[in-house]
Nanobody, 121 residues
Framework: QMQLVESGGGLVQPGGSLRLSCAASGSIFSINTMAWFRQAPGKQRELVALVTSGRSTNYADSVKGRFTISLDNAKNTWYLQMNSLGPEDTAVYYC???????????????WGPGTQVTVSG
């Protein structure tokens, strides 16, 4: 099994910045893509940003130019730097990996428990 743990969420004023981290641990065999999703109250979970093992990135239109996803392969950790935050960014942020552990027959989805980001003030 693989475990994902997010950190870095919290309360920030509009225009502020936060950096989220997601650390993967366990019997990791290979990670194909790493991503951040978010879910606001009453809304569906949406993709915010993803990065592939080859370091290709993709962003939701709503965060382009403000958010940056990055990867530290050696630590099996990826980050989401969020700048110019607005109230519309308030949500629970989930890290995600499409990965295979030593016990998996193939690649599958893994999710972290989520971290709250609140933009207010």
């Amino acid at each position: 099994q693989m475990q994902l743990v997010e950190s870095g969420g919290g309360l920030v004023q509009p225009g502020g910045s936060l950096r989220l981290s997601c650390a993967a641990s366990g019997s990791i065999f290979s990670i194909n893509t790493m991503a951040w999703f978010r879910q606001a109250p009453g809304k569906q979970r949406e993709l915010v940003a993803l990065v592939t093992s080859g370091r290709s990135t993709n962003y939701a239109d709503s965060v382009k130019g403000r958010f940056t996803i990055s990867l530290d392969n050696a630590k099996n950790t990826w980050y989401l730097q969020m700048n110019s935050l607005g109230p519309e960014d308030t949500a629970v942020y989930y890290c995600h990996a499409y990965a295979r552990t030593k016990d998996d027959a193939g690649f599958r989805n893994y999710w972290g428990p989520g971290t709250q980001v609140t933009v207010s003030g």
